[in-house]
């Protein structure tokens, strides 16, 4: 197989309504994924996460671009891709009347499998998610968080080549979450490659060899978490609560970054004392941390993932 396992040029994607303006969710974008990478789409809701993933999973078709899943074209020949991957959507919930084994055992089966086979993979896949004892009840009784599990559960029993989930882990408490981890981790070491989407800073950093930022349709930019992280300047981030309206005065210290009326400035260590002696004398509140994702998403985006 190619190297990439996925490679998209200027995807574009316009929805047309009747006596309404176009709107473009997709504004060109672009990305590769090599084989075996785990790739991380962050970016906050409508920012066309999703819109990207449907397209490369064959389930939508773009308005314009190209994209190609191990050389094979996922626009004009999507038979030829669909047996190399498998989709988590996020809209997806398991068939009410099966019960998790027999939801993962029927995807299996219906994509080919042996029955020994199929029953194996399944009961490895449950077992991974937590849900061995929950098994044999039927998906519509099942919590949403196990429900998440199940689906999740379903594409990995696959070990498909290529795997696209779409915001996985939510509604997840934070051991199941870590449970997926830990299985993606795995199959990314035997072979498989995994394009995911995530609002969750946490998951793009623990998960991802490499992410992508996405905001309105349009990739803003792309690195490893440590390299985003070291590009914004800083390995220190000071939050002055109520700080934005003295932006300017805390420039000097190094670069400022505004969330609301909270002002995150990024300095070196030996500075440190002397910002903090600026906020006393304002009456203002700091609080110091290592920087952040976070902070690389606020200086690309300008704004926080959770705000609206």
């Known amino acids: 197989m190619p190297t990439d396992a996925l490679a998209a040029q200027e995807v574009r994607k316009t929805y047309r309504t009747r006596g309404g303006p176009a709107v473009e969710a997709l504004s060109g974008v672009s990305m590769t994924v090599h084989a075996g ?11 066309g996460k999703t819109t990207f993933l449907k397209i490369a999973a064959t389930l939508l078709r773009p ?9 094979h074209d996922a626009i004009r020949a999507p038979d030829e891709v669909r047996p190399m991957i498998a989709v988590v959507p996020q809209e997806g919930k398991p068939f009410f ?55 999740v559960a379903t594409v990995i ?4 080549p290529l795997l696209f989930l779409d915001e996985p882990t939510i509604g997840m408490d934070p ?18 490659t995994i394009l995911l989407t995530t609002h969750y800073l946490d998951e793009a950093e ?14 803003l930019i792309e690195g490893t ?7 914004i300047g800083g390995s220190l981030r000071v939050s002055v609560a109520d700080g934005a309206r003295l932006a300017q005065q805390f420039a000097s210290f190094g670069s400022c970054v505004t969330d609301g009326t ?28 290592p920087v952040t994702l976070e902070e690389a998403f606020l200086r690309a985006v300008g704004r926080s993932i959770d705000e609206e």
Do not use: C
């Not at 029993?157 to 498909?160: E, G, R």
């Not at 978490?225 to 590009?231: F, H, I, N, P, V």
């Open 262 to 289: 909270t002002l995150h400035v990024l300095i070196e260590p030996p500075r440190l004392s002397e910002l903090l002696d600026v906020a006393v004398r304002a009456q203002l509140t700091a609080t110091v941390g």
């Open 175 to 192: 051991f199941a979450r870590r449970s997926v981890w830990e299985s993606l981790r795995a199959l990314t070491r035997q072979g498989s």
């Open 37 to 47: 990478e785990r790739v991380a789409l962050l970016g906050r809701n409508g920012a």
């Open 225 to 231: 978490a440590a390299s985003l992280k070291q590009g």
């Open 97 to 151: 009347h099966l019960t998790p084994r027999e939801q993962v055992y029927s995807y299996l089966r219906a994509r080919g499998l042996t029955r020994a086979t199929a029953k194996a993979k399944a009961e490895q896949a449950l077992s991974e998610m937590g849900l061995t004892e929950v098994a044999d009840r039927l998906s519509i009784n099942l919590s949403g968080g196990q429900r998440q599990r199940t689906m």
């Open 63 to 71: 308005t314009s671009g190209s994209v190609s899943v191990f050389g």
């Open 157 to 160: 029993a696959t070990s498909a």
């Open 206 to 219: 623990a998960l991802s060899d490499r992410l992508y930022i996405v905001e309105r349709g349009r990739v």
